[in-house]
């Protein structure tokens, strides 16, 4: 119930591009927010991004506004964040979650699933 699996990070240099996707099992993924989060080492989990059920409606962190974009096909259950322009400071676990009732937040006690993450480290 509610699973959800990240893939595609891994180790980049500062500049290059990565892309993330998160498949959800649950088949009524198209109803739900969707947002992703990061957590760096030593740090708080923080807000990096989230869309609404359509993916008409999207919201990004300060720190990523116009480097990062998310996306989702509710026709194949997969959420995705296209990440450019990647700095040292990007460094972190990605995680993504999924809200059942509600609009998109950035607030990470909003969620009520979340996958279990995927490195994504940027060398300088």
């Known amino acids: 119930q509610g699973r959800l699996v990240e893939s595609g990070g891994g180790l980049v240099q500062a500049g290059d591009s990565l892309s993330l996707s998160c498949a959800a099992s649950?088949?009524?993924?198209?109803?739900?927010?969707m947002g992703w989060f990061r957590q760096a080492p030593g740090k708080e989990r923080e807000f990096v991004a989230a869309?609404?059920?359509?993916?008409?409606?999207?919201y990004y962190a300060d720190s990523v506004n116009g480097r990062f974009a998310i996306s989702r096909d509710n026709a194949k259950n997969t959420l995705d964040l296209k990440m450019s322009s990647l700095k040292p400071e990007d460094t972190a676990v990605y995680y993504c979650?999924?809200?059942?009732?509600?609009?998109?937040?950035?607030?990470?006690?909003?969620?009520?699933?979340w996958g279990q993450g995927t490195q994504v480290a940027v060398s300088s």
């Open positions: 979650a999924s809200r059942v009732w509600g609009e998109a937040s950035q607030d990470q006690n909003d969620y009520d699933y």
């Open positions: 649950e088949r009524k993924f198209s109803r739900y927010a």
């Open positions: 869309i609404n059920w359509s993916g008409a409606s999207t």
